[in-house]
Antibody, heavy 119, light 113 residues
C-alpha cells in the first residue's frame, strides 16, 4: 500500500528537542522529494521543510530554520525532522508529504503526528 | 515570501448548488518556461490530512469527481464545485509551489445550507 506514517510526536517542555519520523511504503522512495507541513490547532497549513531524493538539498521555513534539521534514509525509506529549542507556538500536527520534484504539489500525505509544547 | 489570500473565509451553499472559492497570490505563479501555473487546491475533512483535488491550477487529480474544477492564471485562481454534495463539506486550501518557501492560503470552510 502506498502510504506515509508519521511518528515521534509527544508532549514536551519548552526548550526541548524532538525527532519526528515518517515511514514510507509502496513506492520508490528515493524518486521523491519529501516535505514536512504543520497545522496548529484549528489553524491552516504551514510548510516547514523539504529534502530532495538523495538528501543533497534541504530547505527550511525561515521562522524555524535555525532549529530544524530534515534528513532521510533511503535504505529504510524514512524521513526525519529534528526539532530543537521547541516553543509553545510549535504546537501542531506535523504531516509528512510527498512531492515529485523541487517545486511540486503534494500528492500523498500521512495522517500526522502531534507535537505539544507545554510546561 | 508569496502571500496566498483566499476568499471567502467561509461559505454556506445548498446541496446541488455551486460553490466558488477564490485565491489570489502576491506574485505570478505562471512559469513562462513551461506555461504552467504552480497552484494546487487541497480538500481537508475533519480529522484527515489534506488531499489534493486540483494541481497546475486546472488539472483534476485521479479519482476526483468532475464537479470539481480549477481555473485562473498568474495571480488569480478559482476552485469551483458544481452540484455540491454532502461529502464536499471540508476546508479547502490553495497552495503555491512556484518557489520556496511554499505557502498556503488561510483556508475556506465550506458548509451545507
Amino acid at each position: 500500500e502506498v502510504q506515509l506514517v508519521e511518528s515521534g510526536g509527544a508532549l514536551i517542555q519548552p526548550g526541548g528537542s524532538l525527532r519526528l519520523s515518517c515511514a514510507a511504503s509502496g513506492f520508490t522512495f528515493s524518486d521523491y522529494w519529501m516535505n514536512w507541513v504543520r497545522q496548529a490547532p484549528g489553524k491552516g497549513l504551514m510548510w516547514v521543510a523539504r529534502i530532495n531524493g538523495d538528501a543533497s538539498s534541504t530547505y527550511y521555513a525561515d521562522s524555524m530554520k535555525r532549529r530544524l534539521t530534515i534528513s532521510r534514509d533511503n535504505t529504510r525509506q524514512m524521513v526525519y525532522l529534528q526539532m530543537n529549542g521547541l516553543r509553545s507556538e510549535d504546537t501542531a500536527l506535523y504531516f509528512c508529504a510527498r512531492g515529485h520534484g523541487e517545486n511540486w504539489y503534494y500528492d500523498l500525505w500521512g495522517r500526522g503526528t502531534q507535537v505539544t509544547v507545554s510546561s | 515570501d508569496i502571500v496566498m489570500t483566499q476568499s471567502p473565509d467561509s461559505l454556506v451553499v445548498s446541496l446541488g448548488e455551486r460553490a466558488t472559492i477564490n485565491c489570489k497570490s502576491s506574485q505570478s505563479l505562471l512559469y513562462s518556461f513551461n506555461n504552467k501555473n504552480y497552484l494546487a487546491w487541497y480538500q481537508q475533512k475533519p480529522g484527515q490530512p489534506p488531499k489534493v483535488v486540483i494541481s497546475w491550477a486546472s488539472t483534476r487529480e485521479s479519482g476526483i469527481p468532475d464537479r470539481f474544477s480549477g481555473s485562473g492564471s498568474e495571480t488569480d485562481f478559482t476552485l469551483t464545485i458544481n452540484n455540491l454534495q454532502a461529502e464536499d463539506v471540508a476546508v479547502y486550501y490553495c497552495h503555491q509551489y512556484y518557489t520556496a518557501p511554499y505557502t498556503f492560503g488561510q483556508g475556506t470552510k465550506l458548509e451545507i445550507k
